[in-house]
T-cell receptor, first 113, second 113 residues
Framework: DAKTTQPPSMDCAEGRAANLPCNHS???????VYWYRQIHSQGPQYIIH???NNETNEMASLIITEDRKSSTLILPHATLRDTAVYYC??????????????FGQGTILTVHP | DADVTQTPRNRITKTGKRIMLECSQT?????MYWYRQDPGLGLRLIYY???????NKGEISDGYSVSRQAQAKFSLSLESAIPNQTALYFC????????????FGPGTRLTVL
């Protein structure tokens, strides 16, 4: 599986957009980009995923570069409740690794009042 | 009621004891997973099961065993607990198809003295 690189920590002011980058330069053609977050010691929560097109849902937007070597998760209006560890992962679309996620250390996002 | 439940939520045990962590889900998913998380680190996959008859080792399966008693139940056992198995354990489920989104339980905090 391809590996991802994320900054260890980021800060954001409440109400502003939080832009979390992720590098996945060795991603292969059938691998998706996934984002999860973990608030304190709760179970991780799915945020969004994409293959090559930009995606948006009620929680966030995912911008994937044309060469798919990097992506950015955007929380448009960050709140204090968005303070969490954000994990960027890539996962194979098929075969026995289907559905397996490899969690790295993620980015600690701290939203300040 | 929660879709993915884990019991117990907290457990303190002694070295050498056998312990079982249980996971139940009401989401009707085929796939279930066990992860462990050590302080400051991401989640690591212990075992995963794609259906009742299909169980696979993850990246850190040594010292652990699992049982998929039914589609809805997936148990993790530590046959002879040791202190370095002290960690936060998460169960997760996912559809066989679809988005591959994983749904996590609340976690079990295990301490081995």
């Amino acid at each position: 599986d391809a590996k991802t690189t994320q900054p260890p920590s980021m800060d954001c002011a409440e109400g502003r957009a939080a832009n979390l980058p992720c590098n996945h330069s060795t991603i292969s053609g059938n691998e998706y980009v996934y984002w999860y977050r973990q608030i304190h010691s709760q179970g991780p929560q799915y945020i969004i995923h994409g293959l090559k097109n930009n995606e948006t849902n009620e929680m966030a937007s995912l911008i994937i570069t044309e060469d798919r070597k990097s992506s950015t998760l955007i929380l448009p209006h960050a709140t204090l409740r968005d303070t969490a560890v954000y994990y960027c992962m890539v996962a194979n679309a098929g075969g026995t690794s289907y559905g397996k996620l490899t969690f790295g250390q993620g980015t600690i996002l701290t939203v300040h009042p | 009621d929660a879709d993915v439940t884990q019991t117990p939520r907290n457990r303190i045990t002694k070295t050498g004891k056998r312990i079982m962590l249980e996971c139940s889900q009401t989401k009707g998913h085929d796939r279930m997973y066990w992860y462990r998380q050590d302080p400051g680190l991401g989640l690591r996959l212990i075992y995963y099961s794609f259906d009742v008859k299909d169980i696979n080792k993850g990246e850190i399966s040594d010292g652990y065993s699992v049982s998929r008693q039914a589609q809805a139940k997936f148990s993790l056992s530590l046959e002879s607990a040791i202190p370095n198995q002290t960690a936060l354990y998460f169960c997760a489920t996912s559809y066989a198809g679809g988005t591959r989104e994983q749904f996590f339980g609340p976690g079990t905090r295990l301490t081995v003295l």
